[in-house]
């Protein structure tokens, strides 16, 4: 019999990694938090084998490591973390975006500027979870329509590295105005069809945030 709360489409371990990858990425796991197996199975209301190979799983995603003497714990989020990240993504997102625009239907340009005005409004409401979701749907919609898998594939790593950090900054004011702003930046270029504007617009997006992430770090790790 299957366990309340697991969705009757999705197998034991295929919930429990999705639950425990969007505790992680949403930082209400934090980096450093010890992973205890029994502790997890209580939480998630299933035993410890599907918790085990979600670990597993999420070791290899670099989300997870081993802690030497301690188990596993959630992977703390290094400077050299943030540097690696946002150096690929100027360089992925900023290819992702143009062939986006070569493979894109009127529907998913018009989805990138419905989520572009999600971002202002829940800005105007004060709701900073709804600008932080509508931000991840922004970067899903190209990302995810390139044509190209591995890329697609790829950018889906580094977004969920990236989400961890943006937990930092969903509540400084000025960086969400600023990145707003770079988001309609983008959305008006593909609007447009300016392949090159666009592709300057993705970099600089992708830019100011690694800048921002490393200003903000305070030591070289969270976590720990």
Do not use: W
């Amino acid at each position: 019999m299957q366990n309340e709360g697991i969705p009757l489409l999705s197998s034991k371990q295929e919930y429990t990694y999705s639950k425990l990858k969007e505790m992680i990425i949403s930082n209400e796991l934090r980096p450093g938090v010890l992973l205890v197996e029994r502790n997890l199975g209580k939480i998630l209301n299933v035993s410890r084998t599907p918790i085990r190979t979600a670990l597993t799983q999420l070791v290899n995603e670099g989300l997870v490591l081993f802690a030497p003497g301690q188990g596993m714990a959630v992977a703390p989020i290094y400077s050299k973390d943030i540097q690696e990240t946002y150096t690929l993504r100027e360089v992925l997102d900023v290819l992702a975006i143009k062939l986006f625009m070569e493979n894109a239907t009127k529907a998913m340009k018009l989805d990138i500027e419905d989520t572009v005005e999600a971002m202002e409004k829940a800005y105007a409401e004060h709701d900073y979870e709804g600008v932080a979701k509508a931000d991840k749907d922004f970067h899903h919609i190209y990302s995810s329509n390139t044509g190209n898998k591995r890329l697609e594939t790829m950018l889906g790593t580094l977004r969920d590295q990236a989400n961890r950090m943006l937990f930092y900054a969903k509540m400084d004011d000025l960086r969400i105005q600023c990145s707003i702003k770079e988001h309609r930046e983008i959305m008006e270029a593909v609007k447009d069809h300016d392949v090159t504007k666009a592709q300057d617009a993705m970099y600089h997006h992708m830019l100011g945030l690694k800048e921002y992430h490393l200003k903000n770090t305070q030591t070289s790790v969270i976590g720990y």
